[in-house]
């Protein structure tokens, strides 16, 4: 398996524009993952779904942040509008019930 | 109290010594505990994971738990400068979310 898949790696956008981030989960994985890591925060986690329903969303800082699964292999979290506050690495993970993550190798975004 | 505590740190040891990460938890009800490894700009990276009291070895790294005290630790012998790193320390109480501590940097120095 190619691990936790991630696009893209950078993303540099400025204020106000709308930003997709994308994740492939591990086959077989049941439950996914959002994390968002910042030196001063460490890391948060932002929703979690599992069997692609989305069990806890109370990290999700504002109405402009929204994430979908619309089938196991697939997951987005887009940010509209962006603000220079929502520039971090946010991070992708999955896992088997109650196992450990496997974490993607993360989107560096920085909005100007 | 946070959910999850460990040791800001930053730790440093000599290169060959025993490296000692500590953690604590608050919930009681919490099932599963895991290690990860972060080296700088990368992803975390499951290293352990320990599901019941005692230990568990796995090459140089030990992990500890003690469901009483309430406290899971990492041992690592022989520290390599490799093994330079932030360590989180991770706690399932709830199935299938693990709640992350905010890590301990390891400097091992040759």
């Known amino acids: 398996d190619a691990g936790v898949i991630q696009s893209p790696r950078h993303e540099v956008t400025e204020m106000g524009q709308e930003v997709t981030l994308r994740c492939k989960p591990i086959?077989?994985?049941?439950?996914l993952f959002w994390y968002r890591q910042t030196m001063m925060r460490g890391l948060e986690l932002l929703i979690y779904f599992n069997n692609n329903v989305p069990i806890d969303d109370s990290g999700m800082p504002e109405d402009r942040f929204s994430a979908k699964m619309p089938n196991a292999s697939f997951s987005t979290l887009k940010i509209q509008p962006s603000e220079p506050r929502d520039s971090a690495v946010y991070f992708c993970?999955?896992?088997?019930?109650?196992?450990?993550?496997?974490f993607g190798s993360g989107t560096r975004l920085t909005v100007v | 109290q946070k959910e999850v505590e460990q040791n800001s740190g930053p730790l440093s040891v000599p290169e060959g010594a025993i490296a000692s990460l500590n953690c604590t938890y608050s919930d009681r009800g919490s099932q599963s505990f895991f290690w990860y490894r972060q080296y700088s700009g990368k992803s975390p990276e499951l290293i352990m994971f320990?599901?019941?009291?005692g230990d568990k070895e796995d090459g140089r790294f030990t992990a500890q738990l003690n469901k009483a005290s309430q406290y899971v630790s990492l041992l690592i012998r022989d520290s390599q400068p490799s093994d330079s790193a932030t360590y989180l320390c991770?706690?399932?109480?709830?199935?299938?979310?693990?709640?992350f501590g905010d890590g301990t940097t390891l400097t091992v120095k040759p």
């Open positions: 991770a706690v399932i109480a709830n199935a299938g979310k693990s709640t």
């Open positions: 993970a999955s896992s088997p019930d109650a196992g450990g993550y496997t």
């Open positions: 320990i599901y019941s009291n």
């Open positions: 086959s077989g994985h049941n439950s």
